[in-house]
């Protein structure tokens, strides 16, 4: 027989048992759909978690204030506010590997604009904030060097700030009140999204630092302190380094003794996207062994079915070596029936995979992350699976002895 005609009796044998055939394959269609289903779900995850932190800016460090014993009492970080703008332009002049840096004075305000009024959260900064988070203009303009020094009265709005102020119209050259004060609106920013901790980005106030202070008010004695300094390392730099010149530099600044704690916290978002995907891989590995898990239990039912199709079809293989028929045609053919479920349950795994993670990414809101690779791989270890286990009832049926294959009843 050629490879063509064991193909086809083998195609035959899998359709004149349908039933059988299907039921044998649904243990490689759930192991390969969940395999699927997993890897993609892993993959819009990771994706999801480096988004949220790419949004909060590149090659960023914060700096926060706080870390400070009081009457042996040790406070949190921001508790005291330690840093000043001179540390954040000390940092962005002394520290090379530095892009930019801006100061941060963050909080809650109510903002009103003509019979509209929307409490939101308030951001006042230095002109490099938005380079700093690589945060666009949508619309309009951002302020200028001259504005931030000078306290102008100028604001820039996100957009969901400017769709509750104003639905219907363009916000730019609008004004909007702050404790009574105006503001002309400037700029409309481009869309951020949530945050990590699932805070929306766009629900924000943009004004400059010297003007948010005048606004908001500060105590004549820390007019020139701040909660955070955020910092911009230059790409190829490395942030821990960077990380520990800044924290040794603002050590001499704060003239503290060598064994004196920090009085401010470096933060490393690098760090923290890779502690999140790391965690989110290794839970997608698991979930991925869990499901190979039941791939190999798919097969071991292909095992299964193949020996009691070889007992049942014991005097048909007989006549057929009896006639002519190869060992080799008899060990393909019953391979090519093991391939042959396990490469449709792939198959069929596959698409009712992509169907789940379809599902889930949808509800979850993820992107909807398929590999090429993995879809390969599902399909070639399914594959692999029905070589594997099919091979030894293959050759089973193909070492039967004509005479006595006959005979038996």
Known sequence: MNPLETIHTAVM??????LRSGLTALGIIIGTSATIAMLAVGAGARAQVAAQVQSLGSNLLIVVSGNVNQSGVRLGAGAVPTLTDEDAAAIGQEVPSVQV????VSGKIQIVAEAANWATNIYTVDVGYLEVRDWGVESGRSFEPDEAKAGAQVALLGQTVAKQLFPDVDPIGREVRIKNVPFKVIGMLAKKGQSTGGQDQDDA??????????????????SRSIAAILVKVRDGESMVQTSEDAEVLLRQRHRLAPLQDNDFTIRNLSAITEAREAGVRTLSILLASVALVSL??????ILNIMLVS???RTKEIGIRLAVGARRRDILLQFLFEAVGLSVFGGVAGVILGLLAAFG???VADWSLIVEPWAVASAVVFSMLVGILFGWYPALRASRLAPIEAIRTV
């Open 101 to 104: 840096t801006s100061s941060l």
């Open 310 to 312: 070889v007992t049942e």
């Open 360 to 362: 889930f990414a949808h």
């Open 205 to 222: 106030l943009i004004v400059p630092l010297n003007t948010g202070r005048r606004v908001l008010g500060s105590n004549q004695a820390k």
């Open 13 to 18: 044998a899998l359709r004149n048992h349908r």
């Open 296 to 301: 190999v239990t798919g097969g071991i039912g």
